[in-house]
């Protein structure tokens, strides 16, 4: 069955400090791994995409990673702000779908307090 | 920032009545989704379509239903609302085929059916 799933289910951070969230999948076959940001009330919004070939990617202070072997990824906010609070999504395309079929994890709810 | 639209913002009605939550695009995509949203859980593919008088049932079954008369206009009718419909309705539009394609998405409506 195809899962994602995400840990952990929400933190709590201070201002300047880095966090990592954890995203672990079964998708297959494997197309590509995004992390949408997607603050309170809004829709989510697209910070990286990583395909089979790609380890790691950067967007400012975001970085994820992807090891397609052990089918984990994890994002990286370096120097966190306060408007960083916000659920995290990660989410999985499968390469057999013309549907662009996505797969999402639950999220991970980051506050970052002053 | 992702040119598409939904109205209402929010939505309070009482059960039995009809609801149309609107979604607009103007970026000329040719695929729209509708995702189901619950606080903490995953986002859930309700509709789609393919272009213009295409429409589809997702993985979850929804007593809703969605119409593609124009390319950028896609709404969601539920004929007479009931308590378990409240939740948070995403819709989203992609240019292409194929997991590659970036899916962008509207702010949402939150429905509360009471």
């Known amino acids: 069955k195809n899962q994602v799933e995400q840990s952990p289910q929400s933190l709590i951070i201070l201002e300047g400090k880095n966090c990592t969230l954890q995203?672990?999948?079964?998708?297959?076959?494997?197309?590509?791994l995004r992390w949408y940001k997607q603050d309170t009330g809004r829709g989510p919004v697209s910070l990286t995409i990583?395909?089979?070939?790609?380890n790691t990617k950067s967007n400012g202070r975001y970085t994820a990673t992807l090891d397609a072997d052990t089918k984990q990824s994890s994002l990286h906010i370096t120097a966190s702000q306060l408007s960083d609070s916000a659920s995290y999504i990660c989410?999985?395309?499968?390469?057999?779908?013309?549907?662009?079929?996505?797969?999402f994890g639950r999220g991970t709810q980051l506050t970052v307090w002053p | 920032e992702a040119d598409i639209y939904q109205t209402p913002r929010y939505l309070v009605i009482g059960t039995g009545k009809k609801i149309t939550l609107e979604c607009s695009q103007t970026?000329?995509?040719?695929?729209m989704y509708w995702y189901q949203q619950d606080p903490g859980m995953e986002l859930h593919l309700i509709h789609y379509?393919?272009?213009?008088?295409?429409?589809e049932k997702g993985d979850l079954s929804s007593e809703s239903t969605v119409s593609r008369i124009r390319t950028e206009h896609f709404p969601l009718t539920l004929e007479s609302a009931r308590p378990s419909h409240t939740s948070q309705y995403l819709c989203?539009?992609?240019?292409?085929?194929?997991?590659?394609?970036?899916?962008?998405f509207g702010p949402g409506t939150r429905l509360t059916v009471l």
């Open positions: 989203a539009s992609s240019e292409g085929t194929g997991p590659d394609n970036e899916q962008f």
């Open positions: 995203c672990n999948y079964t998708v297959s076959p494997f197309s590509n």
């Open positions: 990583m395909t089979f070939s790609e």
């Open positions: 989410v999985v395309s499968d390469r057999g779908s013309t549907l662009g079929r996505l797969y």
């Open positions: 970026m000329g995509h040719d695929k």
């Open positions: 379509s393919y272009g213009v008088n295409s429409t």
